[in-house]
Protein backbone atom coordinates (compact mmCIF):
# COMPACT_ATOMS: atom_id res chain seq x y z
CA UNK A 1 0.00 0.00 0.00
CA UNK A 2 1.91 3.47 -1.11
CA UNK A 3 1.51 6.69 0.84
CA UNK A 4 -0.06 9.78 -0.58
CA UNK A 5 2.49 11.95 -1.71
CA UNK A 6 2.18 15.79 -0.07
CA UNK A 7 2.65 18.38 -2.79
CA UNK A 8 4.03 21.83 -1.57
CA UNK A 9 1.29 23.81 -2.33
CA UNK A 10 -0.91 22.61 0.48
CA UNK A 11 -2.17 25.20 2.33
CA UNK A 12 -2.06 26.15 5.62
CA UNK A 13 -5.44 24.30 6.94
CA UNK A 14 -4.01 20.90 5.03
CA UNK A 15 -0.45 21.00 6.60
CA UNK A 16 -2.42 20.93 10.08
CA UNK A 17 -3.97 18.03 9.44
CA UNK A 18 -1.13 15.89 11.17
CA UNK A 19 -2.29 17.66 14.79
CA UNK A 20 -4.92 15.39 16.68
CA UNK A 21 -6.55 15.92 19.34
CA UNK A 22 -7.02 13.10 21.85
CA UNK A 23 -9.91 13.26 24.93
CA UNK A 24 -11.15 11.12 27.62
CA UNK A 25 -7.71 9.96 28.69
CA UNK A 26 -6.99 8.25 31.91
CA UNK A 27 -4.98 10.47 34.21
CA UNK A 28 -1.79 7.92 34.27
CA UNK A 29 -0.86 8.70 31.11
CA UNK A 30 1.89 10.37 30.20
CA UNK A 31 3.75 11.82 27.38
CA UNK A 32 5.82 9.31 27.06
CA UNK A 33 3.26 6.74 26.86
CA UNK A 34 0.43 8.68 24.74
CA UNK A 35 3.64 8.89 22.33
CA UNK A 36 4.03 4.59 22.41
CA UNK A 37 0.50 4.22 22.09
CA UNK A 38 -0.24 6.44 19.05
CA UNK A 39 3.36 5.11 17.25
CA UNK A 40 2.13 2.15 16.03
CA UNK A 41 -0.01 4.21 13.65
CA UNK A 42 3.04 6.72 12.08
CA UNK A 43 6.06 8.60 12.95
CA UNK A 44 4.82 10.82 15.87
CA UNK A 45 6.58 13.82 15.52
CA UNK A 46 5.34 14.92 19.51
CA UNK A 47 3.04 14.30 22.21
CA UNK A 48 1.77 16.06 25.00
CA UNK A 49 -1.00 15.36 27.67
CA UNK A 50 -2.24 18.73 28.81
CA UNK A 51 -1.97 19.59 32.80
CA UNK A 52 -3.40 21.62 35.24
CA UNK A 53 -1.10 23.73 37.22
CA UNK A 54 -0.54 21.21 40.13
CA UNK A 55 0.39 18.58 37.40
CA UNK A 56 -2.73 16.59 37.52
CA UNK A 57 -3.74 15.46 33.52
CA UNK A 58 -6.91 17.36 32.37
CA UNK A 59 -7.48 14.15 29.99
CA UNK A 60 -6.91 15.36 27.04
CA UNK A 61 -3.93 16.26 24.96
CA UNK A 62 -2.22 16.48 21.27
CA UNK A 63 -0.41 14.11 19.37
CA UNK A 64 1.46 15.51 15.87
CA UNK A 65 2.53 13.12 12.99
CA UNK A 66 4.93 13.41 10.12
CA UNK A 67 2.15 13.42 7.36
CA UNK A 68 -1.97 13.37 7.14
CA UNK A 69 -1.95 9.55 6.27
CA UNK A 70 -0.74 8.68 9.59
CA UNK A 71 -2.91 11.26 10.87
CA UNK A 72 -5.76 9.89 9.68
CA UNK A 73 -4.70 6.28 10.19
CA UNK A 74 -4.33 6.76 14.20
CA UNK A 75 -8.10 8.32 13.91
CA UNK A 76 -9.01 5.79 12.02
CA UNK A 77 -7.34 2.82 14.61
CA UNK A 78 -7.17 4.89 18.25
CA UNK A 79 -10.86 6.30 17.98
CA UNK A 80 -13.59 4.24 20.10
CA UNK A 81 -10.13 2.10 21.29
CA UNK A 82 -9.95 1.31 25.45
CA UNK A 83 -7.00 2.71 26.71
CA UNK A 84 -6.96 2.03 30.82
CA UNK A 85 -10.39 1.16 30.88
CA UNK A 86 -11.33 4.44 28.85
CA UNK A 87 -12.51 5.05 25.02
CA UNK A 88 -10.78 7.53 23.75
CA UNK A 89 -11.82 10.32 21.51
CA UNK A 90 -9.70 10.82 18.56
CA UNK A 91 -10.21 13.82 15.38
CA UNK A 92 -8.11 16.55 13.97
CA UNK A 93 -6.93 19.04 16.45
CA UNK A 94 -9.13 22.23 15.59
CA UNK A 95 -9.11 25.86 17.22
CA UNK A 96 -12.17 26.76 18.73
CA UNK A 97 -13.33 29.09 15.38
CA UNK A 98 -12.78 26.41 13.11
CA UNK A 99 -14.25 23.72 15.22
CA UNK A 100 -17.50 26.19 15.48
CA UNK A 101 -17.85 26.64 12.09
CA UNK A 102 -17.65 22.91 11.26
CA UNK A 103 -20.41 22.44 13.77
CA UNK A 104 -22.51 25.16 11.92
CA UNK A 105 -21.81 24.10 8.99
CA UNK A 106 -22.93 21.07 9.57
CA UNK A 107 -25.96 22.41 11.62
CA UNK A 108 -27.02 24.43 9.25
CA UNK A 109 -27.51 21.61 6.31
CA UNK A 110 -31.42 21.57 5.26
CA UNK A 111 -32.39 24.74 6.94
CA UNK A 112 -33.91 27.31 5.66
CA UNK A 113 -32.64 31.12 7.22
CA UNK A 114 -36.41 31.89 8.91
CA UNK A 115 -35.56 27.81 10.85
CA UNK A 116 -32.34 28.95 11.79
CA UNK A 117 -33.30 32.24 13.20
CA UNK A 118 -35.84 30.62 15.26
CA UNK A 119 -33.57 28.34 16.41
CA UNK A 120 -31.23 31.01 17.39
CA UNK A 121 -33.49 33.09 18.97
CA UNK A 122 -35.10 29.83 21.17
CA UNK A 123 -31.29 29.12 22.53
CA UNK A 124 -31.26 32.29 23.84
CA UNK A 125 -34.50 32.72 25.62
CA UNK A 126 -33.33 29.44 26.97
CA UNK A 127 -30.53 31.07 28.22
CA UNK A 128 -32.21 34.57 29.17
CA UNK A 129 -34.83 32.94 31.17
CA UNK A 130 -32.08 30.63 33.21
CA UNK A 131 -31.03 33.15 34.61
CA UNK A 132 -33.45 34.47 36.54
CA UNK A 133 -34.46 37.91 36.03
CA UNK A 134 -38.38 36.96 37.03
CA UNK A 135 -36.85 36.59 40.67
CA UNK A 136 -34.59 40.29 40.59
CA UNK A 137 -37.19 42.05 38.94
CA UNK A 138 -40.48 40.71 38.67
CA UNK A 139 -42.52 43.82 37.62
CA UNK A 140 -40.18 44.54 34.60
CA UNK A 141 -38.80 41.02 33.66
CA UNK A 142 -40.46 41.04 30.19
CA UNK A 143 -38.95 44.12 29.00
CA UNK A 144 -35.10 43.14 30.41
CA UNK A 145 -35.59 40.18 28.58
CA UNK A 146 -36.10 41.83 25.58
CA UNK A 147 -33.33 43.68 26.47
CA UNK A 148 -31.29 40.96 27.05
CA UNK A 149 -32.35 38.94 24.09
CA UNK A 150 -30.73 41.77 21.72
CA UNK A 151 -27.32 40.44 22.72
CA UNK A 152 -25.46 37.88 20.54
CA UNK A 153 -25.31 34.08 21.64
CA UNK A 154 -22.03 34.08 22.73
CA UNK A 155 -22.18 36.67 24.74
CA UNK A 156 -25.32 35.14 26.89
CA UNK A 157 -23.47 32.21 27.20
CA UNK A 158 -20.51 33.83 28.43
CA UNK A 159 -22.73 35.95 31.04
CA UNK A 160 -25.13 32.68 32.07
CA UNK A 161 -21.62 30.87 32.70
CA UNK A 162 -21.07 33.08 35.50
CA UNK A 163 -23.49 34.32 38.79
CA UNK A 164 -21.73 37.75 39.25
CA UNK A 165 -21.89 38.83 35.93
CA UNK A 166 -25.31 37.68 35.10
CA UNK A 167 -26.58 39.94 38.02
CA UNK A 168 -24.51 42.63 36.84
CA UNK A 169 -25.94 43.11 33.06
CA UNK A 170 -29.49 41.84 34.59
CA UNK A 171 -29.47 44.98 36.81
CA UNK A 172 -27.55 46.88 33.85
CA UNK A 173 -30.46 45.88 31.40
CA UNK A 174 -33.31 46.85 34.89
CA UNK A 175 -31.18 50.53 34.92
CA UNK A 176 -31.87 50.37 30.84
CA UNK A 177 -35.72 49.60 30.73
CA UNK A 178 -36.34 51.95 34.13
CA UNK A 179 -34.61 54.93 31.82
CA UNK A 180 -36.82 54.30 29.06
CA UNK A 181 -40.03 54.04 30.96
CA UNK A 182 -39.64 57.12 33.28
Known amino acids: MSRPSLSSSLDKTATNLTNLFVKNLHEAIDDGRLREEFSRCGFVTSAKVMRLENGVSRGYGFVCFRTPYEAQRAIFLMNGRILDGKPLFVGIAQKK ?9 QFRKGKTEKELQEETRQRKLALVQAMGIGFLYPKIFAKIEAVMMELGEDDLGRIASSASLTKQKITEAAKVVEAIGK
Open 97 to 105: EERRKVLEA
